[in-house]
């Protein structure tokens, strides 16, 4: 969806999550400031049970005039944007009145019936989605400094401080934006009242406590969700919390805060397995949060007991996973299949061809940012999911040929190449030749039938997961090079090979 598609509607109402946060008052500023250029009646408004009433949030709407309202109706209007949430969600008073709905949105889709939606839910805020929309039509941005310093603060504050951030769209906005410094410094030094020290305060003094597992659960007296979050960082920096969860009741909701600190455990992974079937919950690898539904627990759990609940949850999360380390692990053949790696067309950038010899260069991926020097021997590659991997001239030509036709590549976020010395930036995909690999890969493999995290031997400090269903993979050529392959881009990659010489006693893989 382009913004520029949503002009022709007569009028147009911007709606917020209820309980605002930063990301979500940039999203909907920035959005309205657009729609107001082009002459279109539009409101920025919010609802729920509380108004906002957060230091930071009332400083950013008064620093940088944020014409944001407070509703519990709208009445009749062309045309509702659901901004940094979905329509129909929990954290979105449902309000009746528009003839159309549009969505713009980095949660999880919940709902995939909104024909005018734009839903990217690995991106860190809501705010960097507006901004890419917005350069797409040309809008600009730096002009107006209230509406750089308001998305440069969503992102801010939805990734922790800007540590999480992950998606290169994100990193694209975060070196672009001229925003005020000294409102950014203010805004970060106004998170907490007096009065909400001294509810962290409180609630620290009582906590349950798992010196199995090492994760933490504590109660608070209801306040501000954000609060939450301020709780659980500060519990986090115990030396034997490893997770931890800070939850309290505000109406009809339970609100959690959710914290990890080891790498064997994804916050956002916890934050959907603790609400899954009576909430909805995610963010990112360290902090995540959620809600839970007071009526949807009450079925599951009568005595209404959600401290003894999470407890337990929680205790059944530590047990819900296998783990694999690929540099300490010792693959049963037994167990596995032998597959062939169907020869798919991928693609290969040669870097002189762009660039002259020696520059200094930026590739950035979805994976991160990968810094290298153009020279005639370098070629990058990027595989079916758009992965990118260097690779010399030299070898590319002993396992690679040239063909023609385009590259099998499927991915959100095509590689950029950025000259590090002026700044330009490559679109890529003019540049993008197609190869496939000469003589064949085989790999064992087994369909998972429990969650299963493996470090792989190329980084061990973050882990694939794999879902029951998915396969494990290990090279046949190293067996320490174990992987997860998901479901189904495994057998759209792999067939299995019946050529095979394996002993197979085993009929069913099991892990
Ligand atoms: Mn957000």
Same mark, same amino acid.
């Given at each position: 969806m382009r913004l520029s598609e949503l002009t022709t509607y007569k009028d147009i109402i911007i709606q917020c999550h209820d309980n605002p946060d930063a990301d979500s008052l940039a999203s909907g500023f920035a959005l309205y400031s657009y729609f107001k250029e082009k002459d279109i009646p539009c409101r920025f408004v919010y609802s729920g049970k509380n108004q906002i009433t957060k230091s930071n949030l009332v400083l950013m709407m008064k620093e940088l005039k944020i014409p944001i309202s407070y509703v519990s109706e709208i009445g009749e209007v062309d045309l509702l944007i659901t901004v940094d949430c979905q329509c129909g969600a929990g954290n979105t008073t449902l309000l009746t009145g528009a003839s159309h709905v549009a969505v713009i949105d980095h949660h999880q889709t919940i709902d995939d019936s909104f024909k005018l939606s734009t839903i990217k #839910?690995?991106?860190? *805020?809501c705010s960097t989605i507006v901004w890419q929309m917005l350069q797409e039509e040309g809008?600009?941005?730096? #002009?107006h400094p209230d509406i750089a310093t308001a998305l440069y603060y969503g992102l801010y504050m939805d990734t922790s401080q800007l540590s999480e951030i992950y998606h290169p769209a994100d990193k694209d906005m975060r070196d672009s934006l001229e925003y005020n410094q000294s409102t950014i410094f203010r805004l970060i030094h106004s998170n907490i009242s007096l009065n909400e020290l001294q509810l962290a305060g409180y609630a620290l003094t009582d906590f349950q406590y798992s010196d199995t597992y090492r994760f933490s659960v504590i109660m608070t007296n209801p306040c501000d969700p954000n609060i939450l979050g301020v709780i659980s960082d500060f519990a986090l920096q115990? +030396?034997?919390?490893d997770t931890c969860v800070v939850y309290n009741r505000l109406g009809t909701d339970y609100k959690l805060s959710i914290r990890s600190?080891?790498?064997?455990?994804r916050a956002n992974e916890l934050a959907w397995y603790l609400t899954e079937g009576i909430g909805s919950g995610g963010g990112h690898i360290n902090k995540s949060g959620g809600f839970i539904f007071v009526k949807d627990f009450l079925h599951l759990q009568p005595d209404g007991d959600m401290n003894s609940y999470l407890y337990h949850k929680m205790e059944e999360y530590y047990n819900s996973y296998d783990l694999i380390y690929a540099k300490d692990y010792t693959a049963d053949l037994t167990s596995l299949k032998l597959y062939l790696k169907k020869n798919i067309p991928i693609g290969v950038v040669i870097t002189s061809e762009l660039l002259e010899e020696n520059t200094p260069i930026l590739v950035r991926t979805l994976e991160g940012d990968l810094e290298t020097t153009v020279s005639d021997s370098l070629y990058i590659m990027i595989d079916i999911q758009g992965e990118v991997s260097l690779i010399h001239k030299d070898k590319f030509e002993s396992s690679y040929m040239f063909i023609d036709g385009a590259p099998n590549i499927h991915t959100d976020y095509l590689p950029t190449i950025k000259n590090?010395?002026?700044?330009h930036t490559y679109i890529i995909n003019k540049h993008i030749h197609t190869c496939v690999a000469l003589g064949t890969t085989h790999i064992y493999a087994k369909e998972l039938q429990r969650t299963c995290k493996v470090f792989t031997s190329w980084d061990e400090s973050k882990y694939m997961l794999g879902k029951p269903g998915d396969y494990l993979a290990v090279r046949s050529d190293d067996l320490h090079d174990v992987y997860v392959i998901e479901r189904n881009i495994f057998f759209k990659t792999y067939e299995e090979d *019946?050529? *095979?010489?394996? +002993? *197979?006693? #085993?009929k069913s893989p099991l892990i």
């Open positions: #839910s690995n991106y860190g *805020s809008f600009p941005v730096n #002009s115990v +030396d034997t919390i600190c080891v790498k064997e455990i590090t010395i002026n700044g *019946s050529q *095979s010489n394996v +002993d *197979s006693t #085993s």
